[in-house]
Each structure stands twice: as C-alpha cells, then as structure tokens.
C-alpha cells in the first residue's frame, strides 16, 4: 500500500491525538466519516498504525532519570546478539536497545528513580547480559526535545 496525502494527514493527526474521535478526524482531513474510518482501518489492518498508547510522564511515576548505556558484547556471532537481545527484551527498566554501527554493539536508553536505582540495575541485569564485555554508562542531565510523531506532512 502506497501512502497518499490524506492517508499521511490521518496518520499525522492520530500522532498529535489517538484518542481523537472519527468525527473530529474526518472533518479534520476533509472526508465524510464512513470514508476516514475505513481508510484508519486500512491503515491499521495494514501496520502503518502499529497500535495506540498513552504517554504516561516518567517523573510523575517515579522514574524521572534515564541512563545511555552502551554495551560491547565478547563477541558478534548470530547466537550472541540473539542471546543478548532476548535477555535485555525482559529488563523492564529498559526503553530502547538498538543494535549500533561504530565502537559499541548496543545503545541502550534505562529509566530509572536515582542513582541507587541504576546501580541496582547495573548489578542486577546489565552485568550479567550474555556475552558482556563491556558496559559504559552516561546520564542525561536534562532532556532537550523528545518527539513521538514521526514527520509525515
């Protein structure tokens, strides 16, 4: 499936505001309420609109920090980032892990409460992914512009 121009302004609408009503978007990109709800369902039904979600805001909920950890693996074989990327898949403080080109295997985002918190998941998960060679670690002191709306429009 090709994207047209409404499709894009759909998808970029529902970005701004999942929870908006079919009435709202279709008067939004122009089309009657039957048209825009079917295309939404194509879209869906076709994995541009993987899902819905509320963002819920980590300093209200106690985990205010995030910690970039890049991690060297022993070793790059197949098995290896298999093992690895099962294991770091079921750390909940985990937000992201992404397999990296340069001088680290994975760059990894962890929220966490505080320092303590890190050190705990330091010591509880991060030093004992298979295959570990090395584990560097920075903070964000704050964050500059965080986007989850992809430019489409």
Avoid: W
């Amino acid at each position: 499936m090709k994207l047209d121009k409404i499709d894009r302004s759909i998808l970029a609408a529902l970005q701004q505001d999942g929870r908006m009503t079919n009435v709202h978007l279709a008067e939004r990109v122009s089309l009657s309420e039957a048209a825009c709800l079917r295309r939404v369902r194509t879209l869906e039904a076709e994995g541009f609109i993987a899902g819905y979600v509320a963002l819920v805001d980590p300093k209200k909920v106690g985990l205010p920090a995030s910690a970039f950890v890049q991690i060297t693996l022993q070793q790059e074989q197949q098995q290896d980032l298999d093992a690895f990327e099962n294991a770091v898949g079921a750390i909940p403080e985990v937000m992201e892990c992404h397999l990296m080109t340069g001088e680290f295997d994975y760059l990894i985002r962890v929220v966490v409460a505080d320092m303590s918190d890190f050190e705990r998941i330091h010591r509880q998960y991060l030093t004992n992914l298979p295959g570990v060679a090395r584990v560097h670690s920075s903070f964000a002191l704050r964050t500059v512009t965080k986007k989850t709306a992809l430019p489409l429009v």
